[in-house]
């Protein structure tokens, strides 16, 4: 993960720290999340009824797309140096905006929006998440993610 001083996260505030590497989401996935939730929902699990709907194929779960938020963040959110530990600490909010279909490739684009010192050693990380589908105009979620560093 790329790191600055923790003397310089705020020059950061406001800018994008780019795309993250692009990832597919596949029927095993889908089938994966569903199985661990509980969530076994048509519209995530049964190809052949999802061809029924609006969508015509199954869709990942909102809370799939956005449990993967730490591994597509994790190359590209900017971290403080001489950084111990980090831990997802909340979400101020998230906007599901439109489904990913299955095997659709996603990317995530990362904006700093706050630094802010809790504690001696403790940094409150704000960012903006976006999921971006590959090929389609709208994200599928834009989520503002709270991240607790500890120098």
């Not at 929902?41 to 061809?51: D, G, M, S, T, Y």
């Not at 929006?113 to 903006?128: D, S, T």
Request: hydrophobic fraction near 45%.
């Amino acid at each position: 993960m790329p790191s600055v001083p923790v003397a310089q996260l705020r020059e950061y505030i406001g800018k994008s720290l780019g795309h993250s590497a692009w990832l597919r989401i596949d029927q095993q996935c889908i089938n994966q999340f569903a199985e661990c939730t509980g969530d076994h929902l048509f519209i995530h699990v049964a190809p052949e009824k999802a061809r029924q709907t609006p969508f015509g194929t199954t869709i990942a779960h909102g809370f799939l797309s956005l449990s993967l938020m730490p591994t597509l963040m994790e190359n590209i959110l900017l971290l403080p140096e001489g950084l111990k530990m980090a831990v997802n600490y909340d979400l101020d909010s998230v906007r599901f905006i439109q489904p990913a279909a299955v095997n659709a490739t996603v990317p995530r684009t990362v904006e700093l929006l706050n630094v802010m010192e809790k504690k001696p050693g403790q940094w409150l990380l704000k960012a903006r998440a976006t999921l971006e589908i590959e090929g389609q105009e709208k994200p599928g979620y834009i989520a503002e993610a709270l991240t607790l560093c500890f120098v």
